[in-house]
């Protein structure tokens, strides 16, 4: 089934109300209307992703066969998976969120492009889940974000970003959407993802025992 993000009229560029949460290093926007046993699903959904991903992949070395490996766990889990995208930039410095937008928008409206970029600003003023997400990142050299939301035909997509920067020069107030360090070398795997009610009701109960003892830090972002 084609996933319509970018064929049907698009809500998203009216305001949307939303809800973000930082999950180790992934940060996550939920559009509204994402109900909380959906978030968890999602939430489960890669956090099983990765672990099965870094069992075969050095993320750091590897990150594109990483992000595949990844791919394919969570369509192990009936997600259908859109194609991907690429953006690489061995001398990069500016303003990540900029390069990042102009790369979504195969994948994502301009509504929902500018709401991620308030959540990083969001991300700012609230301590607690900077420091948790910052922790993260310093440790793995590179995180994930992702909005969710329900489509026309009332299935969940994700759109998924593996974002990450070698060489960068992480410090305890570093903005990371801002690089100012030009030997960074920057590399995102993006792609878009849909489950359908009927596939994540089958497959919660087993989802839940899979990732029982994967524990994660969350902080929910307030506004």
Known sequence: MEMLDNVLPQVADIAEESSSVVAGN???TFFSGVSREDERFIKDSMRWAEYQADQRVNRRQA???????????LQQLGW????????????????FLDAWSKSMERLLSSG????MKKTFQLLEHNPAGFDLFADSVREWNDFVFSPAYYN???????????????DAQWTKRYLFWDVEYSRSQL??????????PKNMS???AELTELVRDMRRNEFALSQ
Do not use: C
Request: aromatic share 16%; glycine share 8%.
């Open 187 to 196: 590399e995102v795997y993006a792609r878009r993802f849909m489950n359908t």
């Open 26 to 28: 992934s940060l996550l």
């Open 80 to 95: 259908e998976l859109g194609e991907p995208v690429r953006v690489a930039g061995r001398e990069f410095e500016g303003d």
């Open 202 to 204: 089958a497959r919660r």
């Open 152 to 166: 026309y035909y009332k299935h969940l997509e994700i759109v998924i970003s593996h974002v990450g920067l070698l």
């Open 63 to 73: 990150p594109g066969f990483w992000f595949e490996y990844y791919s394919a766990s």
């Open 112 to 115: 929902r492009r500018q709401q």
